[in-house]
């Protein structure tokens, strides 16, 4: 924290996306060490995958897969690279990505820019798998005329090196994106996906924008299906009351805003679901309460990714650290005893 404190300034100099940029740059010049240690009581076993720590980095951060295990060393349980898709794109124009630093959130209209699924397979193939647990988060192109052929084309092209897949129909920064929660394209999208017969585990990512009824329609679509866990969730096209100049720029907000919205779409997500499929807190995690809360609250993962930007790499340490001691102190022996403990 110390050492972020010294740099937070020279990378807040910067516009949003050049800091990204040199984060990103500066993590490849780490030299790799293994992952920290963490108390066994954090160990979990979801979908079929173990887990070390239940504290995840969300889609977003590394979208190409540049820095994986550079993350996974920093002291994440897991990493979601991507979101990718099939082909290279640029995304949206610039600016889109916006710091509200009073509000300890950001906006942003990335628009999935990424380098397309063949050269971050080509850099996934050089991970170790066994460095930790690295998942792949895909998405469609913008310009594509069958969006769910996109992701059953991503499917099948990232599964052998993704240890679980998410299929990302949530951002709000691709037009007509979310219209695949919608009832018959949900059905149709996840009968397709599962079709492929891929070994890797496929997590669906939902938004936090839902309306009467869409929990208990999501979920029990994705039970049918076989979906192995649902993330709540992604940014939210909803503004709440906010104090900086970016309030009024369009795209997703996240951070310290989407906390409320993101905490009541996953217990909705648990009343619909009654335990029958993991779900994955995230949206506005910042402290080992914020986890702790979510996990209470039925999340059996966490994931962040706004309070990174604000409190530096070493937040997904301290927050491990800080749920091992509310585990101990709560008289639960791991973490799959405290999820959805709350009440
Ligand atoms: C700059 C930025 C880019 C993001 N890009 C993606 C993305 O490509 N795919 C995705 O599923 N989610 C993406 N997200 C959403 C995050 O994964 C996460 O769901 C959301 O930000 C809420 O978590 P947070 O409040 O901890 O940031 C992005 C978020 C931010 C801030």
Redesign the pocket.
């Known amino acids: 924290m110390a050492f972020y404190r010294f740099i937070r300034p020279f990378a807040f100099a910067l516009d949003a996306e050049r800091a990204?940029r040199a984060t990103i740059a500066a993590l490849k010049l780490v030299p790799k060490h293994h992952p920290p240690h963490f108390p066994d009581s954090l160990k979990s076993t979801v979908a079929g995958i173990d887990f070390p720590t239940p504290v995840g980095l969300?889609?977003?951060?590394d979208?190409d897969a540049e820095v994986p295990e550079e993350m996974l060393d920093l002291g994440f349980g897991f990493v979601?690279v991507?979101?990718i898709t099939p082909r290279p794109q640029a995304g949206n124009p610039k600016p889109r990505?916006f710091r509200l630093r009073q509000d300890e959130?950001?906006i942003?209209r990335?628009g999935?820019n990424?380098g397309g699924q063949p050269a971050a397979f080509q850099r996934l193939l050089g991970c170790g798998q066994l460095h930790g647990v690295i998942g792949v988060?895909i998405?469609a192109n913008k310009d594509s005329a069958d969006r769910i052929a996109d992701y059953v084309s991503g499917v099948r092209a990232m599964a052998p090196v993704a240890r679980y897949l998410?299929i990302?129909i949530?951002?709000p920064n691709t037009p007509g994106l979310r219209g695949l929660q919608d009832e018959g394209a949900l059905d149709e999208l996840l009968a397709a996906v599962q079709q492929v017969g891929a070994k890797a585990p496929i997590f669906l990512?939902v938004a936090p924008d839902l309306a009467e009824g869409d929990p208990e329609r999501i979920a029990r679509a994705s039970i049918d299906h076989k979906i192995d866990a649902i993330?709540v969730?992604?940014?939210t096209v909803v503004r709440p009351p906010l104090k900086s100049r970016y309030a009024a720029e369009q795209g997703?907000l996240?951070?310290?805003p989407?906390?409320p919205l993101?905490l009541d779409a996953l217990r909705r997500f648990r009343r619909a679901s009654a335990g029958e499929i993991p779900l994955i807190g995230?949206?506005?995690?910042?402290t080992a309460d914020d986890a702790w809360e979510r996990i209470r609250a039925g999340a059996s993962l966490v994931?962040?990714?706004?309070?990174?930007?604000y409190e530096g790499p070493g937040i997904a340490r301290r927050i491990a650290h800080g749920l091992a001691q509310r585990l101990s102190r709560a008289g639960f022996a791991n973490i799959a005893e405290a999820i959805g403990s709350e009440r």
């Open positions: 990204h969300a889609a977003g951060f979208k979601e991507g979101t990505l959130a950001v942003n990335m999935f990424n988060n998405g998410t990302n949530s951002s990512k993330i969730s992604n940014t997703g996240s951070g310290a989407l906390k993101a995230v949206g506005g995690i910042a994931q962040l990714y706004s309070a990174m930007v």
